[in-house]
């Protein structure tokens, strides 16, 4: 059902479509020449124009009193083919509305008309079209009936009072014709004076520039020409359904119609603007006038386009408002004139420099302005024979300095004012006070001729552009002033210095307006020299800096006698090595290192073996060529921020920092650089063709903070080196005891571990993994060392040990390959087939370049596919291996995602994990640290954080299981708070296969 407001605007649409479909058919009576025309205009008006869906004008036969349609338009006119009326009283087919309008010569309205009883012999003819209301008005000829014009609807009560009067009205207008037809002859005059008028009103709104339309006082369109159309983006069928408000956006449809209704007897223009069909705005001005038509009050509108006019004068307002911006903030004075030398305006500035009197201001007058100005001016003839050079040499420019009588100096430039047709408009002067600006470069020219002679300088401005070298800047960088005018210091940077340092410079010299120190420049020949530079800043009056003043002088010739002083000092002069001096200041250093950042160092002693020899039978020329190769070694085995020293003769020394906090691991890291040592020191010299091999024997001494002194330490390692020379020769020794027994244990454990895999000694026991109710859903494989002497190792001293050498790769892939044989297995049996297994994969495994086409053959090998695999074989990595190179760990994951494996984070909670990259990660399960589950309801920070991956895991949609879950206790927490999945000795130790099936039978 329509609601007030819709049925409202239904009824102004409808009354619109009428009045226009009125309007069409007074035009038809005004054109039609023949009764044939007029009856099919009008039909089509009713239907086009009108809102009905059928129309029909009849016609009575006078001898067989049955009704003809003479004609038809619209939606099923096959409803009257072969159709039966009749005008007869006494027959069933007279008794329809058309009959009784005709007969009764009265209008008939059939509101029902498939429910009313009058028009049952054409109910079935009537559903079949969806008629469901009927109006016929009776068509007179002199005063008596002789048809009918007969509307159809598809709407029950479609005619209300005011609709039924227009058609009528339509009727009778139709008859009047008829009439006129009757009495052509006597009325032909009257006829083509209103065809003329008809065809004037035409010409009018067919040939119009401006968009002409006409309506009602509620602002409905009854008719419009095309150019209104057009202005709108409408047709003509468009425009006649709709409402001046709906284009209108600067007005409501309650002020609309209230200006409507006060141009009755009146006219009006105003401006609006009006949205056109494709939603483009535009401006429009509008003529209205309101006149009645027969009883009828209509609105007759006038619209132009005057967008692009608006927009000119916008942009016209834009640009003088631009102008007089740019005349009162000028820092210039600016005087204005026209094509006659009058003036058209001056800003403040001008005022303000020729120090106008504010009664002269305020009357504007044009000759005493500028005689105030001439007479201001010192060589005032010259000035105004220049001006009027100027005048009538229109196309010139010119700039001339003019001295004032008061001892100012004026930069004076004047240019013509020209439009886009050449047409001259007057010319405008530009004066700038300079007195300032000349003073200032004649200093400036004092200063440069006092410093030609100094060293190098150069001046820039503010902003660090240079404005003056001198020639001595010109020598030292190779540059010339034209080259380096323009430019900034930065022209001449090395590259050597960091940001850092340039941003403490600047930071100084803002603070304390001076700065001096070393810098590194570059000539213009690319070559890096060492300078001594002094920069000053120059501040004004107002504590502005204005310039900066910089000196500088080369000292490349000082910079080699200390580095020579130095070298000296602190180098050995034969292998150019660090000396016994330098060495103790790098001990002292690496000792605060140690104690700064936690790490252990080593010292290593290096002796040659039989060097004594070499030198009494080839001489001490070859010994130097063997010292001078060895120390090249040397260097080439450690890193930069190591040290390698020469003590004298052929003990040389090592110093190693930042090892790890382990004294075995810093022991072990220690170790391979000293074999390395070794090696490298074992391979042939060729000295003066003489082909020499030689070994070195390496003691070696850990340290930590300041726990002892350098000469201790060199004591130490010394001594570990003659340890190492009562070996035998060529290898190292440590000088503490217990640290050489850990670490040839360790190295027999590694060497153990390498054939471990070969012969069968690795092992896989199964933890499992089970749901709230204890059903057991999987396990977790875990790696278990048989050792044949030693007996089960723990992981903990193996893995590590297995992670730094590398055998955790094939170790890790043997794993894998067992895991998913085991699944495999599993497939057919009942009992397992359910069963994932969760799988430990290392960093070192995970970040292989081929570790995602590894996992895939190894699927592949064991026939393990997508729909077999899935939710079976479970990944877990811990968050320092996912977090590291994150982007790469997605695409990893996100590929082995697609082939059925499934991810866990191992030892949630105990990194730093992102929660930005927790959302991007495709994880399928958190498990909780079972460092955190030991410590539940025993302290409150542990339990908090349980219960907090619960609800992170639940908000994310991940599954959660918990690990080392041992009590009752820690269950009945867990499962309150929503983890439903756990592992650990509650349920079952880690165990063999076999016990882990056995289980899983009793189970």
């Known amino acids: 059902m329509l609601s007030p407001t819709n049925a409202a605007s239904a009824k102004i649409l409808r009354m619109s479509q009428l009045f226009t479909a009125l309007s069409q058919c007074n035009k038809a009576v005004a054109q039609c020449n023949s009764e044939e025309k007029l009856f099919m205009q009008v039909c089509r008006a009713a239907v086009r124009f009108g809102g009905m869906k059928m129309a029909c004008v009849s016609l009575t036969d006078p001898d067989t009193h049955m009704v003809r349609p003479a004609a038809t338009f619209g939606e099923g006119i096959e409803y009257l083919q072969d159709i039966e009326i009749s005008v007869d009283a006494d027959s069933p087919l007279g008794q329809g509305p058309t009959g009784t309008a005709i007969r009764e010569n009265r209008p008939f309205w059939c509101q029902d008309f498939l429910n009313d009883p009058i028009t049952t012999p054409w109910h079935e003819r009537a559903a079949h079209f969806n008629w469901r209301s009927s109006a016929s008005i009776p068509l007179q000829r002199n005063g008596a009936a002789i048809g009918a014009f007969t509307l159809y609807s598809d709407e029950v009560n479609a005619f209300d009072e005011a609709e039924s009067d227009l058609l009528v009205e339509m009727a009778r207008d139709i008859s009047f014709a008829l009439d006129n037809f009757a009495r052509k002859s006597e009325h032909k005059q009257d006829e083509q004076i209103t065809l003329a008028l008809v065809l004037r009103h035409q010409l009018l709104m067919r040939t119009s520039f ?81 006149v009645e038509l027969a009883g009828y009050s209509y609105i007759f509108a006038s619209c132009r386009n005057i967008t692009q006019r608006k927009r000119t004068e916008q942009e016209i307002e834009f640009k003088n408002t631009i102008l007089k911006t740019q005349q009162e903030t000028s820092l210039d004075a600016i005087l204005v004139v026209d094509e006659n030398e009058q003036i058209i305006s001056y800003n403040q500035q001008f005022i303000d420099l020729w120090r106008l009197p504010p009664q002269l201001v305020s009357a504007r007058l044009d000759a005493p302005v500028l005689q105030l100005v001439v007479d201001q001016v010192e060589n005032s003839e010259a000035f105004v024979a220049r ?109 050597r210095q960091d940001p850092k340092f340039y941003r403490q410079m600047w930071e100084t010299l803002t603070r304390d307006h001076y700065w001096q120190g070393e810098i590194w420049n570059r000539r213009k020949n690319g070559e890096v020299y060492p300078e001594w530079l002094s920069i000053t800043s120059v501040i004004n009056a107002e504590g502005q800096i204005t310039n900066y003043i910089g000196s500088f002088s080369d000292i490349t010739r000082r910079k080699a006698a200390e580095n020579k002083i130095e070298q000296l000092a602190f180098y050995d002069p034969l292998t150019g090595l660090p000396n016994r001096r330098l060495l103790h200041d790098r001990l002292q250093h690496s000792f605060a290192t140690s104690a700064r950042h936690h790490k252990q160092g080593a010292l290593l002693f290096i002796d040659l073996d039989n060097f004594k020899t070499l030198n009494d039978t080839k001489g001490h020329n070859i010994g130097d060529l063997l010292l001078i190769e060895v120390a090249k070694r040397l260097q080439a085995c450690v890193r930069k921020e190591d040290t390698a020293a020469r003590l004298g003769g052929d003990e040389f020394i090592i110093i190693l920092e930042e090892l790890s906090e382990d004294t075995q691991k810093a022991a072990a890291q220690t170790e391979a650089v000293g074999e390395k040592i070794l ?93 709230h109710t204890s059903h057991i859903l999987g396990a977790e494989v875990l790696v278990r060392w048989l050792h044949p002497q030693r007996g089960l190792i723990s992981p903990l001293e193996f893995i590590p040990l297995a992670e730094e050498t590398g055998l955790i790769l094939p170790i890790g892939q043997w794993v894998l390959e067992t895991a998913c044989a085991q699944i495999k297995a599993w497939e057919t049996n009942p009992l397992t087939c359910g069963l994932s297994l969760a799988v430990n994969v290392s960093a070192r495994q995970f970040h292989q370049p081929d570790f995602v086409k590894q996992v895939r053959q190894t699927l592949r090998r064991h026939a393990l596919k997508y729909d077999r695999l899935k939710f079976k074989l479970k990944l877990e990595l811990t968050e320092s291996v996912v977090l590291d190179n994150i982007d790469e760990t997605i695409v990893k994951m996100q590929a082995l995602k697609k082939i059925g494996v499934h991810f866990s984070m191992d030892d949630f909670g105990t990194g730093y994990s992102s929660l930005a990259y927790l959302t991007q990660l495709p994880l399928d399960q958190l498990k909780i640290d079972q460092s955190f589950v030991r410590n539940i309801g025993m302290k409150h920070s542990d339990t908090t954080v349980v219960q907090a991956i619960i609800g992170l895991a639940g908000n994310l949609g991940i599954e959660v299981i918990a690990e080392g879950v041992e009590t009752v206790d820690q269950r009945a927490f867990l499962e309150l708070h929503g983890c439903a999945l756990y592992q650990g000795y509650l349920f079952g130790r880690p165990v063999p296969v076999e016990e882990f099936e056995a289980r899983l039978k009793s189970s």
Not at 256 to 265: A, D, P, V
Not at 442 to 462: S, W
């Open 210 to 290: 401006d968009g002409i339309c006409m309506m009602d006082l509620e602002g409905n369109i009854v008719e419009a020409n095309d150019a209104f159309c057009r202005m709108l983006g409408y047709t003509q069928e468009e425009v006649v359904r709709l409402n001046v408000a709906d284009w209108d956006v600067q007005y409501s449809s309650e002020e609309l119609r209230l200006i409507l209704s006060e141009l009755i007897g009146k006219s009006n223009m105003i401006e609006t603007v009006h949205r056109r069909k494709d939603g483009v705005l535009i401006n429009v001005e509008i003529s209205s006038s309101g």
């Open 387 to 495: 001006v009027n050079y100027l005048y009538e040499h229109r196309n010139e420019k010119n700039r001339e300095e003019l001295q004032l009588k008061d001892g100012r100096v004026i930069d004076r430039y004047s240019a013509p004012v020209v439009g886009a047709d050449d047409k001259y408009y007057g010319r405008v002067w530009y004066f700038r006070d300079i007195t300032e600006h000349k003073r200032t470069e004649q200093e400036l020219r004092i200063a440069a001729t006092a410093i030609e002679a100094q060293e190098g300088i150069m001046v820039t401005d503010a902003n660090n552009v240079i404005l003056r070298v001198n020639q001595s800047f010109t020598r030292l960088t190779g540059y010339s002033a034209e080259e380096a005018i323009g430019q900034t210091p930065a022209m001449l940077h090395s590259g």
């Open 679 to 771: 090696a490298a020191i074992s391979q042939p010299y060729l000295l003066e063709g003489y082909e020499y091999h030689n070994s070195a024997s390496i003691g070696i001494s850990l340290f930590r903070n300041h726990e002892t002194t350098a000469d201790e330490l060199l004591k130490r390692a010394d001594a570990a080196m003659y340890q190492a020379k009562n070996a035998g020769h060529n290898t190292l020794r440590f000088y503490d005891p217990a640290v050489q027994l850990a670490l040839e244990a360790r190295t027999a454990l590694e060497n153990d571990l390498r054939v471990a895999l070969a012969e069968n000694q690795i092992k896989l026991y199964y933890q499992m993994q089970v749901d």
